[in-house]
């Protein structure tokens, strides 16, 4: 089902509701349908919008899609958004990935979780999610909007969670991922043996009071979920990687000298391909840049203003061929 608006179309054929899959299924062309022709507008607007459905799981499943105009359809990059609690609509305005990918005209989208939050915890709903997230990606492929090779995905907060589990279980299904102020829940790592050198881009605040740096115990809204370090996630994707013991830290510019926070991109050494942490020295839990994060205020620790996230994860998704 596409939603444009608040009002749902629905298909009727000869006066009879069609079945929920074939609904679903003529839905979704419908959604492909209307935002390419919006896409090939002249309009001044960059962008086509609109919400499909898929069946998943054994049920229906939304997202948020965006359509860019400047490629052609099988030439797409596909960047997956995973959000944190933030509504979909709110995050495409303050995030920014949206405006730094504009010139490259990828697909986006925006899966919409169940109940407002990704599963946090092992068990049936985190694999529900993960195979929710398979199979979006299946429907789009299949659908010829995007290149196969170029699908990255994105998870924040809560979103990285599920954003590392199928990291893990996945990874011949992306071309690369990033995570922002999460970490590698501790229940996955030790089975978590990327098939393959998977790029990843790390976004973390040293002094994060939800999901630690160091690991331990992260304190979300529905409970607390064991999470290893920073460093212990880095060293299981630069293992699969191949890269060296030995890693390159770069000082970004410090542009804002009082916001308490100095940030830190530090490379790993030697890899097959790139695996990266932007440590925030000193930062919370925060997404460095001009937005903040869900829910920032003075309990969630120090906010960095000197890097901008959105750029430096389309930048690393440039190199990657996005």
């Known amino acids: 089902m596409i939603v444009r608006g608040d009002e749902p179309f629905r298909d009727h054929r000869g006066g009879r509701r069609l079945s929920t899959l074939a609904a679903a299924r003529a839905a979704t062309w419908l ?8 896409a090939a507008s002249p309009q001044p607007a960059s962008a086509a919008s609109g919400r ?10 939304t997202a948020i899609l965006i359509l860019h105009h400047r490629l052609k359809q099988a030439r797409r990059p596909l960047v997956i958004v995973l959000r944190s609690r933030e509504k979909g609509p709110r995050l495409r305005r303050v995030f920014g990935l949206e405006e730094m990918a504009r ?3 990828p697909v986006l989208v925006y899966p919409d979780p169940i109940g407002g939050h990704w599963s946090e915890t092992p068990g049936p709903e985190a694999t529900r999610d ?3 997230i398979r199979d979006l990606v ?16 994105v998870g924040i907060s809560n979103g990285g969670f599920t954003t590392f589990r199928l990291a893990c ?16 829940p501790a229940y996955l790592a030790p089975t978590c043996k990327p098939s393959r050198p998977l790029p990843l881009l790390m976004i973390v605040g040293s002094a994060d009071p939800v999901i630690p740096y160091a690991g331990g115990k992260a304190a979300l809204p529905d409970g607390k979920i064991d999470v290893v370090s920073a460093d212990a996630a880095l060293a299981i994707f630069g293992k699969a990687a191949g890269c060296g013991e030995s890693r390159t830290t770069t000082a970004m510019p410090d542009r804002d000298t009082r ?4 940030a830190y991109l530090d490379k790993l050494n030697g890899c097959k391909v790139p695996v990266e942490v932007l440590r925030v020295e000193g930062g919370g839990h925060s997404v460095p840049g001009h937005w903040a994060g869900i829910g920032s205020d003075t309990s969630r620790g120090l906010h960095n203003n000197d890097v901008e996230s959105a750029r430096l994860i389309w930048d690393f998704f440039s190199r990657l061929g996005g």
């Open 31 to 38: 959604a492909l349908a209307l935002l390419t022709m919006l």
């Open 259 to 262: 916001d308490g926070t100095r």
């Open 169 to 184: 279980d996945n990874a011949s299904l992306f071309a690369g991922v990033a995570t922002l102020i999460t970490a590698l």
């Open 52 to 61: 499909i459905s898929i069946e998943s799981g054994g049920m229906t499943r």
């Open 138 to 153: 299946a429907k789009i492929v299949s659908d010829g909007i995007v290149d196969r090779r170029k699908v990255f995905l």
């Open 103 to 105: 010139s490259a005209g």
């Open 130 to 132: 993960a195979t929710f």
